[in-house]
């Protein structure tokens, strides 16, 4: 995975290189959790099959294969959620409920962007996968 952040507040996961891979749409509304550790740090984050605006149940895209080093990160995906933990580790101390965007193409998702954009707190966990960070 890698992870763009611009303001301490603008997040994009990237599961998939998106030059090689043709946008075919975004499933706005989102129901997430953004996951915390006891220090503060972001360690990940909880998709729900949910949608944000209506709570209308919603059949989750694949994720797919994850094209960027996962370092000691875990995806795992069932009906009800997709678990993202950027240290399989990490314990989850904390989570704040707020919606995201996925960006899928036909290998799956490619990029998740949570939404309202919120100060995403300690970075500590997610510097293995920070491309980009401005301010």
């Known amino acids: 995975m890698q992870i763009t952040i611009a303001d301490d507040c603008q997040m994009y996961i990237y599961f998939k290189d998106k030059s090689k891979h043709q946008h075919e749409g975004s499933l706005p509304d989102v129901k997430c959790n953004l996951l915390y550790d006891s220090l503060g740090n972001l360690i990940g984050m909880r998709i729900l ?3 944000s605006d209506n709570g209308q149940d919603i059949l989750l895209p694949e994720v797919g294969e994850v094209e960027f080093p996962l370092h000691n990160a875990k995806v ?3 009906d009800s959620e997709i678990l993202i933990l950027f240290d399989a580790e990490s314990q989850i101390h904390k989570e704040v409920s707020i919606e995201c965007i996925l960006d ?3 290998a799956g998702i490619t990029g998740i962007e949570p939404m309202p954009y919120t100060n995403i707190g300690g970075k500590e966990i997610i510097k293995p996968f920070i491309i980009r960070d401005t301010q």
């Open 104 to 106: 899928l193409s036909a």
């Open 49 to 51: 099959s949910r949608r």
């Open 76 to 78: 795992t995906q069932s």
